[in-house]
Structures are given as structure tokens and as C-alpha cells.
């Protein structure tokens, strides 16, 4: 076939596979080579209908001048939370359609709508809530982020026989050297690792009435929690109570600790 200009062309029919879109056109080849046609998403002037056209570049460019725009990749959205896992099935289309429903990949888990990257983290759940690759299990209270002092001294430890009445109070008698006031604490060294949450016997943890949790620790997901050390005095376990807070860090606690009531009273600790 000769053109108007006497050169030779002829027609292949070409199919054009767009993701998972496939286009059968027809590109022209002359005598300087083929004419490349170019995806253009069209709105049509009086319907507002859009549709895809494959147009020689000139043309394309021409209407990407006037507002058209390329077709994008819309993707398979298999728990329809607005989020695409990364290799999920696709198509270059103007716009989404019932089989591809987003724009948006980064789904770590497309089979349960409540985990993509717009969702809120939930620490110590197990589960990578955001898709932010992080270990949710590392996500702990901002408590735990915070200064704390230590109580290491070995008498106050469970296994300690008792030698010398100490105290967790300034003021009243011999004041454990470890303690330095009311302040968040975590249990080191030869004091222990944490609180027992049992009644130690008397006259144990370097004091006359020693201190234990009243009820057991938190877990990570619950973060800072109100919690009671009773101290045991006589036949009474629970003969003074003081209020304290508690947080699970995960490889370790922290106290809240106020002054003990009164004196010889120590917080206790055990491995």
C-alpha cells in the first residue's frame, strides 16, 4: 500500500498486552520505521465517559497537553481495605474497576482488612499491624523509654536471710543504700530480676515486713497498670499496703515506688 506522499506502509495486527489488559492494535510501519501509539485515558466531551485510546504519539501528546492523562496500574485488592499487596495481580486502566479496585500496593497481609499500612499498631499482639516491617513486640510503653533508677542491693533479695533491719524510707532508721526515694525502679543484679508475687516470710528481703506484688504483672499490650505491694507483718500478709504502678518492658519491669509507710519495711525482689 502507498500513503499520500508515495511511501509504502503496511499493517500488522498487534497484540498489546497492559498488565492484565490486553489491547489488540494496530501499529503502522513506513518506510522509516514503525509509528508508535501511545495509552491515553480520554473523557469524552459530552458524555464525561472515560476510555482508553492508543494514539500515535503526536496525538497523544496533544491531549496529555489538554488535560488527558496516562492510564496507571490499578490492582487486585484481595480483603478490599483500599491496599494492594505488592505483587498482586494489575492492570494499566484509566480507572478502577470491579476486579481492580486501588492504586495503592504495600498490603503485607491481603487477606485480613485490618492490616495494612494504614493501620494503627497494637503493641505485643503479634502481628505486623501497619505493614511497617517492625517487630510489634519491641513496640512498649513510652514508659519504657524513660530514665529509671536500679535497686541491686543483694538484701533485699528473697534468698537473703535476713541481718540488718533496713528501710525504703529516709528519716527512719538505716535507709537500704540502693533506695533513693520515690521514683520509677527495675530490680538488677543480686536483688533479683523483678517483684515476687507471693508473700515472702518475715524478717526476709533485708526488713522486719517485706514487700510483695498483690496482684500479678501486666503483659506488654497493657502497658502502665495500678498494682498493690503488701507488706507482711505478724499473721496479717497484707499488714500495710501502699498503691504503685507497674510496666512490662519486656525483658525486664518497671516500679513506681513510693516511700514504704513505715520503717522496717523493704520492696522485695527474686531472680
Known amino acids: 500500500m502507498m500513503n499520500k506522499k508515495g511511501r509504502q506502509f503496511f499493517w500488522i495486527p498487534k497484540i498489546v498486552s497492559i498488565g492484565l489488559l490486553t489491547i489488540v492494535v494496530s501499529p503502522s510501519f513506513a518506510a522509516n520505521?514503525?509509528?508508535?501509539?501511545?495509552?491515553?485515558?480520554?473523557?469524552?466531551?459530552?458524555?464525561?465517559?472515560v476510555k482508553l485510546?492508543?494514539?500515535?504519539?503526536?496525538?497523544?501528546?496533544?491531549h496529555f497537553n489538554h488535560g488527558d492523562s496516562a492510564p496507571i496500574p490499578y490492582f487486585y485488592d484481595g480483603d478490599q481495605d483500599g491496599y494492594a499487596a505488592d505483587d498482586a495481580q494489575s492492570a494499566l486502566l484509566c480507572e478502577a474497576n470491579e476486579t481492580f479496585t486501588?492504586?495503592?500496593?504495600?498490603?503485607?497481609?491481603?487477606?485480613?482488612?485490618?492490616?495494612?499500612?494504614?493501620?494503627?499498631?497494637?503493641?505485643?499482639?503479634g502481628i505486623d499491624d501497619?505493614?511497617?516491617?517492625?517487630?510489634?513486640?519491641?513496640?512498649?510503653?513510652?514508659?519504657?523509654?524513660?530514665?529509671?533508677?536500679?535497686?541491686?542491693n543483694v538484701r533485699r533479695n528473697v534468698d537473703t536471710p535476713y541481718s540488718l533491719a533496713e528501710c525504703d524510707r529516709f528519716?527512719?532508721?538505716?535507709?537500704?543504700?540502693?533506695?533513693?526515694g520515690?521514683?520509677?525502679?527495675?530490680?538488677?543484679?543480686?536483688?533479683?530480676?523483678?517483684?515476687?508475687?507471693?508473700?515472702?516470710?518475715?524478717?526476709?528481703?533485708?526488713?522486719?515486713?517485706?514487700?510483695?506484688?498483690?496482684d500479678p504483672h501486666p503483659t506488654v499490650i497493657e502497658g502502665v497498670t495500678a498494682n498493690t505491694v503488701n507488706f507482711?507483718?505478724?499473721?496479717?500478709?497484707?499488714?500495710?499496703?501502699?498503691?504503685?504502678?507497674?510496666?512490662?518492658?519486656?525483658?525486664?519491669?518497671?516500679y513506681h515506688l513510693p516511700d514504704v509507710p513505715v520503717c522496717s519495711l523493704n520492696y522485695c525482689g527474686e531472680d
Open 33 to 49: 520505521g514503525p509509528k508508535q501509539k501511545v495509552p491515553v485515558c480520554h473523557a469524552d466531551d459530552d458524555t464525561g465517559e
Open 53 to 62: 485510546l492508543m494514539l500515535p504519539e503526536s496525538a497523544a501528546s496533544a
Open 102 to 125: 486501588t492504586a495503592i500496593t504495600g498490603d503485607c497481609d491481603d487477606l485480613v482488612d485490618a492490616v495494612n499500612p494504614g493501620a494503627t499498631e497494637i503493641p505485643g499482639n
Open 130 to 152: 501497619d505493614c511497617s516491617s517492625e517487630t510489634p513486640d519491641t513496640l512498649y510503653d513510652p514508659q519504657c523509654s524513660q530514665p529509671y533508677l536500679e535497686l541491686s
Open 171 to 180: 528519716g527512719f532508721g538505716s535507709t537500704t543504700e540502693d533506695w533513693q
Open 182 to 214: 520515690p521514683n520509677w525502679y527495675r530490680f538488677v543484679g543480686l536483688a533479683g530480676t523483678h517483684m515476687p508475687e507471693y508473700p515472702p516470710a518475715k524478717y526476709s528481703c533485708g526488713a522486719y515486713a517485706p514487700g510483695w506484688l498483690n
Open 232 to 254: 507482711h507483718w505478724d499473721e496479717n500478709i497484707a499488714k500495710w499496703t501502699t498503691p504503685i504502678e507497674v510496666v512490662n518492658c519486656g525483658d525486664y519491669y518497671l
